[in-house]
C-alpha cells in the first residue's frame, strides 16, 4: 500500500533549536528530499516575513522530479472575512499547489486562547478552507491538538475536521501538537477519524515530547492514516518531530508499505548525511538505522555471531538503507571482529597466527592504561604496524620545549620549539601559537615540511581532551583525541599521558605519521 510522506523539516524543523536555513540551504533540502522520492515538501510560511515570501517566489519555477511544495499558515482570523486576512493571502500568492493550514479541535484552546465561541472557530475553519480551494488550491487540514481535543471533547474535534472537509479538504491531519500521546491512543482515535472519514486521506503529525512520535505514527497508520508528516531526522521545536528517515524504514522494510520509491531506499543514508550537514547538525550516533553507530559492535561475541549469522545482531541489512557495518575496537572486541578490522590494511594477516594473539593482548593492555580505538583507528593502525614490524617512522624527536606567556604578547600566548631527526637529517623549529598544542603543531610542520612537503595539505579540524580519573584532580590522566584531514580522507588518532601536553604530542604525531604513510 502506497503510503504519503509529508517532510516539514523546512517549516516544522526549522522551528528547532540552534536551526537556521538560508535560502540556498533550503534549495538542497528540497533537492535531496525530492531526489529521495518524498511526496511532499513543507517550505515554510509565506505570511512570516517578507524573505519567506521571496524563497516561495523563488522556487516558484524550481522542477522537481516527485514531491510537491506546500506553503503553511492558518486559518482566517478571527473577526475578519478571508479574503481580507493577509495570512490567507499570502498562501494564494506563494504560488504553490499544495498549501496546508492549521486551526484549532481542542476546545479549550477555542475558547481560552484565541477567545473565539465554538460555532466562530468552526466558520474560520470552513471559510478558510473554502476561499483557498475556490482559489486551486489544495488544501490540508491540520487540527492542532487534535489528540488532546478529542479526549477532551470528541464531538468538538470531529466538528473541526467536518468543518474542513465539507469545505473542501483534501487531508485531514491529526495533530499530537502537546506530543504526550501514547501509541494506543494514537491508534484507538486515529481509527475512529479513519471509519468516519473513509473516503478521505487521513495524516498523521507527531511531536517527540513522550519519546513515541515514531511509535505514535506507526500505530495512527496500522489504524487506517496514509499520509505521515514529520520531519527527516527528527528535529524541531522542543524535543522534535516525528522522524521520517526512521518510520520510513520501518514501514517500508517490515511491515510492506511503499512509502518512497523501492530504488531509492538505499539512499536514505546519505540523504540524511547531506540533510544533517545542510543544517549543520550531527545525527547522533545512536540514531536507528542511519547513526554511524546503528550497525556498531563491540562485544566480542556480537561481532562473532554477526559476520556468521548477519541477523544474529542486525535487524536489517545496512545496505539497505545505505549504512555499513562497522566494528569498533575496544578491549572487549573479539579476535573475529578485530581481524575484520584490519584485513583491509594488512591482506597477508593470519586470523589464527601469532601476531594476532600479539594484537589482542596489546589492544587490552592499551585499553588500561586509558588508550581507546573506537574512535582513533589511525593510531591502532599505526600500533599494529610496529608489532608486525612493517613501521618506519616518518621521523625522530629529539626533543621539544613549550613556553608559555602571559600576558599575551600579540595575541600569542606560547611558544614551541621542536627538534626532529629525518634520515640523519637534524632539524630544529620554533613557532608561536594560540595555545602550546597549536605552537606545537606549527612548529612541527615547519620542521618537516622541508622533508615532506605533502604535509602542508594535512590540516587538524578537531581536538578533544578527556580526563580519566577524576578523582586526582590536576594529576590525572587524560585522553587527547585530533583529527585530520586531507583533500581526500580524515583520521583520528589518540594520545594518553598525566600530562595533557605529552598526550596531545602524542596523538598529534601519530597523525602526521599516518597522514606520511598513506602517502
Not at 591482506?347 to 582513533?376: C, F, H, W
Not at 595575541?411 to 629525518?422: E, T
Request: proline fraction near 3%; charged fraction near 25%.
Amino acid at each position: 500500500m502506497k503510503l504519503q510522506i509529508f517532510d516539514s523539516t523546512l517549516r516544522d524543523g526549522a522551528q528547532g533549536a540552534n536551526i537556521s536555513f538560508s535560502v540556498d540551504d533550503k534549495i538542497k533540502v528540497i533537492e535531496t528530499l525530492d531526489k529521495l522520492g518524498v511526496d511532499f515538501i513543507e517550505a515554510g510560511n509565506p505570511f512570516s516575513n517578507p524573505a519567506e515570501m521571496q524563497f516561495f517566489q523563488r522556487i516558484a519555477g524550481m522542477k522537481l522530479e516527485h514531491a510537491k511544495i506546500v506553503a503553511f499558515g492558518s486559518t482566517r482570523r478571527k473577526g475578519i472575512r478571508p479574503e481580507e486576512d493577509s495570512n490567507l493571502k499570502s498562501l494564494i500568492a506563494a504560488g504553490t499547489e499544495y498549501v496546508a493550514i492549521f486551526g484549532k479541535s481542542h476546545i479549550m484552546h477555542v475558547t481560552d486562547v484565541i477567545k473565539a465561541t465554538p460555532e466562530e472557530n468552526l466558520a474560520m475553519i470552513g471559510e478558510s478552507v473554502k476561499f483557498l480551494a475556490d482559489n486551486g488550491k489544495k488544501v490540508v487540514f491540520d487540527a492542532e491538538h487534535f489528540f488532546d481535543g478529542y479526549k477532551t471533547d470528541p464531538a468538538y474535534a470531529m466538528k473541526a475536521l467536518d468543518s474542513a472537509k465539507n469545505a473542501g479538504a483534501q487531508v485531514l491531519c491529526l495533530c499530537d501538537t502537546n506530543g504526550g500521546i501514547f501509541p494506543d491512543e494514537a491508534y484507538e482515535i486515529t481509527k475512529k477519524v479513519t471509519e468516519r472519514f473513509p473516503d478521505t486521506v487521513v495524516a498523521i503529525h507527531c511531536h517527540n515530547d513522550g519519546g513515541l512520535a515514531v511509535a505514535d505514527s506507526m500505530e495512527a497508520v496500522k489504524a487506517g492514516a496514509r499520509q505521515v508528516q514529520g520531519t527527516f531526522l527528527g528535529f524541531g521545536e522542543r524535543c522534535g518531530n516525528a522522524n521520517l528517515s526512521a518510520i520510513i524504514c520501518n514501514l517500508q522494510l517490515k511491515r510492506g508499505y511503499e512509502c518512497i520509491p523501492a530504488e531509492n531506499l538505499k539512499n536514505i543514508y546519505e540523504s540524511a548525511m547531506t540533510i544533517a550537514d545542510t543544517a549543520n547538525v550531527a545525527v547522533p550516533a545512536n540514531q536507528p538505522y542511519i547513526g554511524m553507530n546503528a550497525f556498531a559492535h563491540k562485544a566480542g561475541m556480537h561481532a562473532d555471531g554477526v559476520l556468521k549469522y548477519s541477523s544474529s545482531f542486525e535487524h536489517v541489512d545496512p545496505e539497505s538503507i545505505g549504512n555499513k557495518r562497522k566494528f569498533l575496537l575496544s578491549e572487549i572486541s573479539g579476535k573475529s571482529a578485530i581481524y575484520d578490522k584490519l584485513k583491509n590494511y594488512f591482506p597477508t594477516l593470519d586470523k589464527n597466527g601469532k601476531e594476532m594473539g600479539e594484537i589482542v593482548s596489546a589492544l587490552k593492555e592499551r585499553a588500561l592504561a586509558g588508550y581507546q580505538y573506537e574512535a582513533a583507528e589511525a593510531s591502532f593502525v599505526l600500533l599494529v604496524e610496529k608489532i608486525l614490524g612493517k613501521y618506519k617512522s616518518s621521523f625522530d624527536l629529539i626533543n621539544y620545549k613549550i613556553i608559555n606567556e602571559q600576558p599575551a604578547i600579540e595575541g600569542k600566548v606560547a611558544s614551541a620549539i621542536v627538534k626532529i631527526r629525518v634520515n640523519g637529517v637534524t632539524k630544529i623549529s620554533a613557532s608561536d601559537g594560540e595555545g602550546p598544542v597549536h605552537a606545537m603543531d606549527l612548529a612541527l610542520r615547519s620542521a618537516l615540511s622541508e622533508f615532506y612537503p605533502e604535509i602542508a595539505h594535512v590540516s587538524l579540524i578537531d581536538y578533544k581532551v578527556r580526563v580519566l580519573d577524576s578523582d586526582k584532580a590536576t594529576a590525572a590522566k587524560v585522553r587527547v583525541l585530533i583529527t585530520s584531514a586531507n583533500s581526500a580522507d580524515n583520521w583520528t588518532t589518540v594520545g594518553v599521558s598525566e600530562d595533557i601536553i605529552e598526550a596531545s604530542w602524542i596523538a598529534l604525531t601519530d597523525s602526521i605519521d599516518y597522514a606520511l604513510m598513506k602517502q
